[in-house]
T-cell receptor
Framework: AQSVTQPDIHITVSEGASLELRCNYS??????LFWYVQSPGQGLQLLLK??????LVQGIKGFEAEFKRSQSSFNLRKPSVHWSDAAEYFC???????????FGTGTSLTVIP | NAGVMQNPRHLVRRRGQEARLRCSPM?????VYWYRQLPEEGLKFMVY????????ESGMPKERFSAEFPKEGPSILRIQQVVRGDSAAYFC???????????FGAGTRLSVL
């Protein structure tokens, strides 16, 4: 069965520091992977996606993610965090039927001055 | 280019009443998905619809919940005889085609008193 695990429930970083959010997936074939961000009381905004090709994908707001098949991971990174990046981050994988996304439980990011 | 529109944003119901949640997909999108988010959890898939058809309702509770996406008008998620456990944020997403980026609305936050 497909699933997504985000091991870190909450992460706190200082503004300007680098960031890495972990995502591990379970999937029987080449996955389609996504990272979304959710600000309080808002919907989800797509940061980036991986369908195929280059395993390092660039997204909006300076985010990138690297697909590593051998580790079943799709970690999200940003070299320098801004206070406005404080939000909830969700990793997702498309089901093999394409009918639904499976979401991780999310990582809450706090940015301190 | 309007995004996915959900209304109402907030809905308060007493136990036993009916809740109707509406979702207008992005222009040109014919695929609609409904998800439910409980506090401190990720999004859980409920149902996937195309115009006038339910494609996958494997995540929908068997009783009291129904969804439709008519030829004209928004998609509707209907919850009959609501109970306190139905209190959650309900998100709608749409896509241009299957296995594609899903664009999310801002959600409807249902509170059952």
């Amino acid at each position: 069965a497909q699933s997504v695990t985000q091991p870190d429930i909450h992460i706190t970083v200082s503004e300007g520091a680098s960031l890495e959010l972990r995502c591990n997936y379970s999937y029987g074939a080449t996955p389609y992977l996504f990272w979304y961000v959710q600000s309080p009381g808002q919907g989800l905004q797509l940061l980036l996606k991986y369908f195929s090709g280059d395993t390092l994908v660039q997204g909006i707001k300076g985010f990138e993610a690297e697909f590593k098949r051998s580790q079943s991971s799709f970690n999200l990174r940003k070299p320098s965090v801004h206070w406005s990046d404080a939000a909830e981050y969700f990793c997702a994988v498309v089901s093999m039927t394409g009918n639904q996304f499976y979401f991780g439980t999310g990582t809450s990011l706090t940015v301190i001055p | 280019n309007a995004g996915v529109m959900q209304n109402p944003r907030h809905l308060v119901r007493r136990r036993g009443q009916e809740a109707r949640l509406r979702c207008s997909p992005m222009k040109g999108h014919s695929h609609v998905y409904w998800y439910r988010q409980l506090p401190e959890e990720g999004l859980k898939f409920m149902v996937y619809l195309q115009k006038e058809n339910i494609i996958d309702e494997s995540g929908m509770p068997k009783e009291r919940f129904s969804a439709e996406f008519p030829k004209e008008g928004p998609s509707i998620l209907r919850i009959q005889q609501v109970v306190r456990g139905d209190s959650a944020a309900y998100f709608c997403a749409s896509s241009l085609q299957g296995i594609d980026i899903q664009y999310f609305g801002a959600g409807t936050r249902l509170s059952v008193l």
